[in-house]
Nanobody, 123 residues
């Protein structure tokens, strides 16, 4: 059974940082690209970042470029999203996902999803 579990969300002030983690089980994570998406309140799920299976290729949404960094440790079946200089508009539920397409910027390009972790940025 494939499972993805996010952690690291929380409440932070604008300008602060958070580091999200996603632990996977039940899949050969080293063969999957891993994506991060977010869903702000009342809005559709949107692409944030994706990282290639090797960790050598990363792609970011323009809205987070230069502030967020995706990384992965295939030995630990874990991916991370370091989020710096957070803004109130970054408030959302953040999801990690596993897929075979790179760069996958659409939710439909991913096969497996976590349950999400809430990130709230106060002004």
């Amino acid at each position: 059974q494939v499972q993805l579990e996010e952690s690291g969300g929380g409440l932070v002030q604008a300008g602060g940082s958070l580091r999200l983690s996603c632990v996977t089980s039940g899949l050969a994570v080293s063969t999957y690209s891993m994506g991060w998406f977010r869903q702000p309140p009342g809005k559709e799920r949107e692409f944030v970042a994706t990282i290639a299976w090797s960790g050598l290729g990363t792609y970011y949404a323009d809205s987070v470029k230069g502030r967020f960094t995706a990384s992965r440790d295939n030995f630990k079946n874990t991916v991370h999203l370091q989020m710096n200089s957070l803004k109130p508009e970054d408030t959302a539920v953040y999801y990690c996902a596993a897929g075979k397409v790179l760069p996958g910027t659409r939710p439909g390009q991913y096969n497996y999803w976590g349950q999400g972790t809430q990130v709230t940025v106060s002004a």
